[in-house]
């Protein structure tokens, strides 16, 4: 069965970006939670209790249907929160390092450019749902938003670069102003993750 991982740094670890309150609620209540849905939502499925997240996720079309609900919701929730807490820390240089700013200016022509996409993904996401930067079958970089918790696997696609624009992920500290929470994120991103997440070094744990 699914546990809740290791978050890896305390609460108050990327104060003043990001609350140690809301952190430790959206830790251990909201990703808890969903930790908690999928694995009521599989237990008649020992097949799937015993598969990496990433490959239920990446085969939901193939699911049986008593399942897809909550590996949509619940297993989505639980993936997107597991690479959210990863790419995440306070550093003095919050700029990409060499190998991932040269990817990112093949793709996007420039890191300002993707910024802004980046940006505008994560605030013209209506309601609830997530900013990505994910990877293709052709090791492209691209920008893309997902409602809920649905997750770019779903789709074929990896993710490298979670933002959670849910309001539990910012209001307390940021009310209703989604787009300064946003330019927050950019000075706690752990760009060193981000990249061992491309290339494979880093796995995260429901996906071993």
């Given at each position: 069965m699914f546990k809740l991982p290791e978050l890896g740094y305390?609460?108050?670890?990327?104060e003043p970006h990001i609350d140690a309150l809301t952190m430790e609620i959206h830790y251990t209540r909201h990703h808890q939670a969903y930790v908690d849905g999928l694995n009521t939502g599989i237990k008649n499925h020992p097949?799937?209790?015993k598969m990496p997240l990433c490959r239920i996720l990446s085969n939901f079309d193939s699911l049986p249907d008593e399942v897809k609900v909550a590996v949509r919701n619940h297993g989505g929730g639980h993936h997107n929160h597991s690479l959210f807490w990863q790419v995440m820390?306070?550093?003095n240089n919050p700029n990409p390092n060499q190998r991932m700013l040269d990817w990112i200016n093949r793709d996007f022509g420039s890191y300002e450019n993707f910024k802004e996409q980046f940006e505008n993904a994560a605030k013209s996401r209506f309601g609830s749902g997530w900013a990505w930067l994910v990877v293709d079958k052709s090791n492209k970089l691209s920008v893309i938003s997902t409602g809920n918790q649905d997750s770019?696997?779903?789709n074929g696609l990896k993710p490298i670069l979670g933002l959670d624009v849910w309001e539990h992920a910012y209001y307390l500290k940021y009310q209703n102003k989604r787009i300064d929470y946003i330019k927050a994120?950019?000075?706690?991103?752990?760009?060193?993750?981000?990249?061992?997440?491309?290339?494979?070094?880093?796995?995260?744990?429901?996906?071993?």
């Open positions: 305390a609460y108050d670890a990327l097949e799937l209790q820390k306070i550093t770019p696997l779903m994120f950019f000075n706690v991103i752990n760009w060193e993750n981000v990249e061992k997440l491309a290339d494979g070094t880093l796995i995260l744990e429901c996906d071993k």
